[in-house]
């Protein structure tokens, strides 16, 4: 694996120092930050006195840097005197170097004990190359996962609470260093923002949002159940060879891989979201989904957690089976919404599935093709409607709706719609019950369908559904609709007269009023020679005045 070349500095008492006789800066390289410190001053804390115990290192985060030290106790100094000592540093500009590469460095003897014999002071000492830690399980007996099961269920509860500070045994009783084992097992994106130190050496000026102490007598961090749960399970798999991997950035995600085949044979009414997100992430999605009300469950969760819907939208990207599972479910409690008026799903719901505006009218117009009818043709399902015929959709406007007035009013109001009808009732080849059921009601709406269907309505089948649009109308209606007989493909045949007007059964008083105005054409299509009904109507006083009311439908 790649590392880093890190620039390093180093701290004594010596004869000559960068500084000058005594303790102080001895070396560092060229590109030694002078933010972090290039004088016993700047670097503070870090060099500040002999360690208690022999030694003290640790890792700490300097804003996006990353500071790696060692200090230990030394031979005399250049003037002979016991109580020198050694402080090793390294500079990690990246931020990358953590824990392991800490403890891996320590290990491998790579931290200076002393300054070599031919040293001397240089503001030009070389980077050390750094490589990031291999990672290798540890071999843990049953005993030792037992007794590091505490001091990792204390760093996991820290971990996932984001901040803070957790203390650590330096090493279990059988001597198991802690931290290797720990720090191996945990995922390196996990401890990525960890700062670790061992000894009596601290720095205030640590900006990790973790903080890891290795102390002999650690004060207990408060770890739940669910932690210590989380940190057994984690120990077990690691003994048989099995580690989480290094790009798991958070212990949600972490339990995804601890746990996620295990909820997975649960249902969603029982398990939290922070579990149910677990599952989507796992491969056992696909199959959990499917079960039962999985699906729907996940879904009504997800308006609410956001781990769970970006866990959601995720699975349904990698998943193409999750897709369709989840694109199917959002779409028939779409399809129950426009047909039966059912609660429909939720918006999120709606843009997790991916299901569009086209998919949704395309889909409508499958259900009627099989059969199904709109319950209610509100104004919302008018919309859809209207947007699926806008958008080329084969919607087929027979058999639409059992509310046939509504239908016919939105073809009317509608002209995407009315043009619709029009051409499907063209294309349609025959005339059922269903036809003269529409055109009365569409007769009502407006007469100027009587014209605009022309030949697509045979002649026959004229005279009921005129005497029935008639009954519905009031005066002005009825005026218009028998004019439009009278002037369409089927005048001539008495039709506007006795089927319309007389049809209507209007009061004799709106009766007259309608022959005063209409008498001459409505003779002329009974059948009258043009000239006798002119003047059988100048002699009434008729007059042809339009009029454009329209009685309620009853």
């Known amino acids: 694996m790649s590392g880093r070349a890190c620039p390093q500095a180093l701290y004594t008492s010596a004869s000559r120092t960068l500084e000058g006789p005594g303790f102080g800066v001895y070396a560092h390289s060229a590109d030694w930050p002078a933010e972090v410190g290039r004088t016993r001053k700047a670097l503070g804390a870090l060099v500040g006195s002999r360690p208690e115990d022999g030694e003290a290192y640790g890792v700490l985060s300097r804003g996006a840097g990353r500071v790696l030290h060692r200090a230990v106790a030394a031979r005399a100094d250049g ?33 200076l004990d002393d300054l070599p014999e031919d040293a001397a002071p240089t503001a030009d000492l070389p980077p050390l190359r750094v490589a990031f830690a291999d990672r290798a399980a540890p071999a843990l007996t049953p005993d030792e996962v037992d007794a590091l099961t505490p001091p990792l269920a204390g760093l996991l509860a820290t971990l996932a609470a984001g901040s803070g500070s957790c203390a650590l045994p330096v090493r279990t009783a059988s001597g198991r260093e802690v931290a290797d084992v720990l720090f191996a097992v945990l995922p390196r994106a996990l401890t990525a923002g960890v700062s670790l130190s061992a000894g009596t050496r ?8 973790v903080a890891v102490r290795l102390t002999d007598a650690p004060a207990s961090t408060a770890a739940g159940a669910h932690d210590t749960e989380r940190a057994r399970t984690l120990l077990e798999a690691a003994s048989k060879g099995e580690l989480a991997p290094d790009e798991l950035a958070d212990v949600r995600r972490l339990d995804a891989w601890l746990f996620a085949d295990a909820w997975a044979e649960q249902d969603a009414a029982a398990l939290s979201g922070d579990q149910v997100a677990s599952v989507l992430e796992s491969s056992a999605a696909p199959r959990w989904l499917a079960r ?71 889909a409508v117009a499958g259900e009627v093709r099989r059969g199904r009818r709109i319950a209610r043709l509100d104004r919302t399902a008018g919309l859809l409607v209207e947007q699926a015929l806008a958008l080329g959709v084969d919607l087929p406007l027979f058999g639409l709706t059992g509310q046939t007035w509504e239908l016919a009013l939105l073809a009317t109001r509608r002209e ?18 269903a036809h003269g059921e529409l055109l009365g009601h569409l007769l009502v709406a ?14 026959s089948a004229l005279p009921p559904v005129l005497r029935w649009a008639a009954l519905r109308m009031d005066v002005a209606g009825v005026e218009e609709l028998a004019v439009a007989v009278a002037s369409g493909a089927g005048a001539g045949r008495g039709w506007a007269l006795r089927e319309v007007v007389f049809g209507s ?22 059948g009258w020679p043009p000239e006798l009904a002119r003047s059988f109507a100048r ?16």
């Open 79 to 111: 003037f002979g005197r016991p109580g020198n000592y050694l402080v090793h540093l390294l500079w990690d500009e990246s931020g990358r170097l953590g824990v392991r590469e800490l403890l891996a460095l320590r290990r491998a003897g790579r931290f």
């Open 202 to 209: 601290e720095d205030d000026g640590d900006t990790a949002p």
């Open 292 to 362: 039962r009300g999985n699906a729907a469950g996940a879904l009504d969760l997800a308006a609410d957690s956001p781990p769970v819907e970006t866990a959601l939208r995720a699975a349904v990207d990698r998943w193409p089976a999750v897709a369709e599972l989840v694109r199917g479910r959002v779409l028939a409690a779409l399809l129950d919404e426009v047909f039966e008026g059912a609660a429909g799903p939720a918006e999120h719901a709606v843009e997790v599935a991916g299901v569009g505006q086209a998919d949704l009218c395309a």
């Open 416 to 433: 995407v719609v009315g043009d619709a009808l029009v051409a499907q009732w063209r294309s349609s080849g025959g005339w059922t019950a």
């Open 446 to 459: 407006d007469p100027g369908w009587l014209a605009r269907l022309g030949d697509a309505v045979p002649v």
């Open 505 to 526: 059964e209007l009061p004799a008083g709106d009766v007259d009023q309608v022959l005063g105005r209409r008498l001459e054409l409505l003779l002329v299509d009974d």
């Open 539 to 554: 002699s009434r006083g008729a007059d042809d005045a339009p009029s454009r009311r329209r009685r309620r439908r009853e």
